[in-house]
């Protein structure tokens, strides 16, 4: 449902989007 924190915005831009992409798949598992 969160793609895209926006109060992790800034960190996940300084991060280069990789916690970005571990964010996302934790979502989808917890949903799945």
């Avoid at 991060?15 to 798949?25: D, P």
Wanted: no cysteine; charged share 30%.
């Amino acid at each position: 449902m969160i793609e895209k924190p926006t109060q992790q915005d800034p960190m996940l831009l300084d991060r280069g989007g990789q916690i970005s992409k571990t964010a996302a798949k934790s979502v989808q598992k917890a949903m799945d």
